[in-house]
């Protein structure tokens, strides 16, 4: 989404020029969409509902409609379909590229992996949707990533020569062109359309939660009327019986027009270096991401195990619990989670001003022992609450190098890279907040730094400088 949105952006900027007098628009010239959660669904009342008071310009609210979001995405298609003509030259990449030995040259390779009325990889998108995640599959999001494109949809927005589609799903091979049936390909078999089979586990109704309700309010009417309210709610969520992931429609399906790849491959899942089969995941227990090699005390709160039910991750279901089964990695992700979810949660207890800096959770080894109690207790009660969450399945495509390299590296621009190492570092560096600090003191983007440390933009808070 952010890809699509800096297209946009770059193509209101003017054209640039490099040191050598070759001139470009600010805009990709190729773009892979994984996973991406921008929706074409015609109707949905759960995100209607949800963005009832995001209002536009005209004070309208609620999501905006199917047929804004047709010329919007058919506009995207436009702005990326300018770059084709932008393409190298196959002489001057094979001056590079071209080995013999291997029968590659640029011409026979644009050929063969080339999209468009006349083969390219540039002035291209390509989408990879995962028909069981569970992110993208909100009721309240439905997006592209999660369903593919329809003919139909394709046909909306004017993606004919610029779109293509490929399907990572459970037990279906990847790389062949055909379609994809939401229910005749599900890897649990012949699903019967509306099944609620469809997904493993099977999707939760959406329920009222009175303590996340009192959770999210700080302020004392606001409890007050989360507890008055509640009975009204519960039985509304009831009567409504609305499921967390949404089903596709019956006779969903979706034509996959990306390029045949040279080998065709049944994708796999990759969780803590241990491929698998089971690409559709299953529960997701948090607890696993601990690094088993870690020695701990009894007062870590990251000691013990929690018992895992049915329908755990493979690993899962046969040990029973959630047992460490990372490294030093997938621990730090975790734990950079529960920093980031302590932080806010002090502020909502009221152990820290809303515009405060929550210093104890900076370094909890210097925190009190009341704040070193309270934050043992909310991170037992998050692994054990979380114990049978379900695996998201969401942006786990490109979590397997297998993928990229089978599949990714047809699907990309290629040709002659003239920007050197050092900027592609510079460049590196500005793309993720971590490494901000370490930018030359003249980048501009050096700037942000500031916002990422205390969510602050020269000295300002958000709703100051927006």
Not at 82 to 98: F, G
Not at 183 to 207: D, I, M, R
Request: proline share 4%.
């Amino acid at each position: 989404m952010i890809g699509m949105a800096a297209a946009f952006l770059g193509d209101r900027m003017a054209a640039v020029t490099d040191s050598k007098g070759q001139t470009g628009r600010c805009v990709a010239d190729n773009y892979v969409l994984c996973n991406p959660p921008y929706s074409l669904v015609k109707k949905n009342f759960t995100q209607g509902w949800a963005e009832r008071h995001m209002e536009d310009a005209q004070g309208n609210g609620g999501r905006q409609t199917s047929e804004a979001r047709n010329k919007t995405l058919a506009a995207f298609f436009d702005i990326v379909r300018k770059q084709a003509p932008m393409e190298q030259s196959p002489e001057y990449i094979d001056t590079m590229m071209k080995n013999e030995a291997h029968g590659f040259d640029a011409k026979s390779d644009r050929k063969r992996h080339g999209y468009g009325t006349t083969p390219s990889t540039y002035g291209r998108v390509t989408l990879y949707f995962n028909p069981h995640d569970h992110v993208i599959s909100a009721s309240t999001v439905q997006g592209i990533g999660w369903r593919g494109m329809s003919q139909d949809e394709i046909d909306a927005t004017n993606a004919k020569g610029v779109f293509s589609q490929r399907v990572f799903a459970q037990d279906f091979m990847v790389g062949k062109q055909g379609q994809y049936d939401f229910w005749t390909n599900h890897h649990g078999g012949k699903l019967k359309p509306g099944s609620q089979g469809f997904w493993f586990p099977e999707s939760q109704k959406a329920q009222y939660s009175i303590g996340k309700g009192l959770d999210t309010n700080d302020r004392i009417i606001g409890k007050v009327m989360t507890f008055l309210t509640a009975p009204v709610a519960i039985v509304t969520m009831h009567l409504a019986s609305i499921r967390i992931n949404a089903l596709p429609p019956n006779d969903w399906k979706t034509p996959l027009t990306a390029p045949d790849l040279p080998e065709e491959f049944v994708p796999e899942a990759l969780r803590f270096g241990k491929s698998s089969k089971n690409f559709d995941q299953g529960n997701d227990a948090p607890g696993e991401s601990r690094d088993k090699d870690r020695e701990r005390k009894v007062d870590d709160p990251y000691f013990g195990d929690n018992a895992v039910v049915s329908g755990g991750t493979e690993a899962a279901r046969n040990k029973g619990n959630d047992a460490a089964e990372g490294d030093k990695n997938s621990e730090a992700a975790l734990r950079y989670e529960h920093h980031a979810f302590l932080r806010l949660q002090a502020k909502r207890d009221g152990r820290y001003a809303p515009d405060a800096k929550v210093t104890e959770e900076d370094d909890p080894s210097k925190a009190s022992y009341k704040y070193k109690s309270w934050r043992n207790d909310k991170i037992k009660e998050n692994l054990a609450a979380n114990v049978t969450a379900h695996a998201t399945d969401h942006s786990t495509i490109m979590t397997n190098g297998m993928h990229a390299q089978k599949a990714l590296a047809y699907d990309i621009a290629v040709g002659r890279c003239h920007i050197n190492e050092e900027d592609m570092q510079t460049l590196r560096k500005a793309a993720d907040w971590r490494f901000l600090k370490e930018l030359n003191e003249a980048d501009p983007h050096l700037l942000f730094d500031e916002y990422f440390r205390n969510g602050r933009y020269k000295k300002k808070s958000v709703t100051e400088w927006t």
